[in-house]
């Protein structure tokens, strides 16, 4: 479940940026998203691990013997990063493959019919299967793009944008939402709602009218909470590390609130929780989970008190009409 939805969020957000590209020419200053693949090194061993845990061992030899023949000239102790922002009317991206010899590599594509052509100085361009992409080599890097333009300006390490992340995962993803300026998300929050209405008029429409009001004012303040969530939210990470040492596959999902946005002081409120059942999690469980409610406000706790004692009296009430008990035991 908790998987499930990390990817709705992943794929909403995603969803959400290439929407409002299209809203506006305005470009941010920095990528919106960043994709990060760890060192070669240690992403082909867990990939290994992992057909093999799938039941595919047959396949482990294969994927070894083309990776280690198509990177060669690559630098496998360095991370790969995949860079997207927008520009103009569309998504962009920047494809950044640490090289020690991009020459070598050149001369293995060009086995596969990827001749490049050299523009200039540093500058390529590929043509593979109808499709042209250019190549620029700098830093220690090179760089892909689906233009010249795209690659004018490149990062000096592309590295120092994904952080940690390749530390942390096999495979990662970080998108930050506050890269597009508001008018943009807003546009693109309320073609979302109007997508959203369009289609739960179409599922509800053959309900009862009670029926209909009652599903009506659930699912728009399901909306609401997710408008709330993407305005309020910072940055969204979700990681996949395959760790063939501890025979483990984990997939995380992390999400940054803005600071003093209503979502941030919840989770700052519910920082220093401790609980005295955390020792009851048997081991041998696979899975965990625990939910909390904190109320900070003193008339929400009034008013939570009144609906808990209504609640008890409504089950007491219960008991004493149907119970075969004597009343002194019930109300006792």
Known sequence: MRLNRCLLIATLFVGLATQAATLTA???QAP?????VAPLDRAIPGMSYLLNASNIPEMVGVMEMMTG???KGLDRSRPIAILVSFDGTAPDFQVCIPMKDHKQW???MSGMGLEPEELAEGLYEISAAGQVMIAKVANGWMYLGQSEDSLSAVPEDPAALIGDLPERYSFSAKIDLQQLPADMRDSAIAEMRAGFERTMQQQLGDQFDTELDAAQEAALEKMEQLEDLIRATQQLVI???IDPTEKKLVIDGAI???E???LAKQMDAQADLKSDFTALRPEQYSGYLRATSVLNNDQEKVL???SLRDSIEQTLEMVRQQSELPLEYVDA
Not at 32 to 36: E, L, T
């Open 304 to 306: 939570a008190k009144e």
């Open 256 to 258: 940054q609130f803005l």
């Open 69 to 71: 023949f198509y990177t």
């Open 106 to 108: 050149f001369q293995i």
């Open 32 to 36: 919106i998203a960043a994709i990060s």
């Open 239 to 241: 990681g996949c590390l």
């Open 26 to 28: 305005q470009q941010p």
């Open 260 to 262: 003093g946005s209503d």
